[in-house]
Nanobody, 113 residues
Framework: VQLVESGGGLVQPGGSLRLSCQSS????????MAWYRQLPGKGRKFVAA????????NYEDSVRGRFTISRDNAKSTLYLQMNNLKPDDTAVYYC???????WGQGTQVTVSS
C-alpha cells in the first residue's frame, strides 16, 4: 500500500494550495477517504472526509467554506483544495482511507508572511 501526498509548500495568508494523494496497492474506490493534519508534538486531527462515490463531504468547522475535498476514483487520487489559508492551517497534512491502518508520509503546509 502506498499513499503519496504532494502539493504542500509555503504560502502567504490568504493564499491557496491544492494537495493531492496518489494511492496504490489497495481498492481506493472502496474506501471513504479523509484528510488529517498534525502539528509538531500533537496528535493528528480530522480535516475533511468524503464517501466512496464523492458524496457527503464532511469538514472540520475551522476549514468549512475554505477547503474542498474531492476524489478521482479512476486515478486513485484524493485532493484537497485549500483557499484563504490562515497561519493556523500550518501543519503536516495526511490522507487516510477510513477504517484502515494506512497513512501516507504527509506533506508540509506552512502559511506565513
Amino acid at each position: 500500500v502506498q499513499l503519496v501526498e504532494s502539493g504542500g509548500g509555503l504560502v502567504q495568508p490568504g493564499g491557496s494550495l491544492r494537495l493531492s494523494c496518489q494511492s496504490s496497492g489497495f481498492a481506493f474506490r472502496d474506501y471513504d477517504m479523509a484528510w488529517y493534519r498534525q502539528l509538531p508534538g500533537k496528535g493528528r486531527k480530522f480535516v475533511a472526509a468524503l464517501t466512496t462515490t464523492g458524496g457527503m463531504p464532511n469538514y472540520e468547522d475551522s476549514v468549512r467554506g475554505r477547503f474542498t475535498i474531492s476524489r478521482d476514483n479512476a486515478k486513485s487520487t484524493l485532493y484537497l483544495q485549500m483557499n484563504n489559508l490562515k497561519p493556523d492551517d500550518t501543519a503536516v497534512y495526511y490522507c487516510h482511507p477510513l477504517d484502515s491502518p494506512y497513512w501516507g508520509q504527509g506533506t508540509q503546509v506552512t502559511v506565513s508572511s
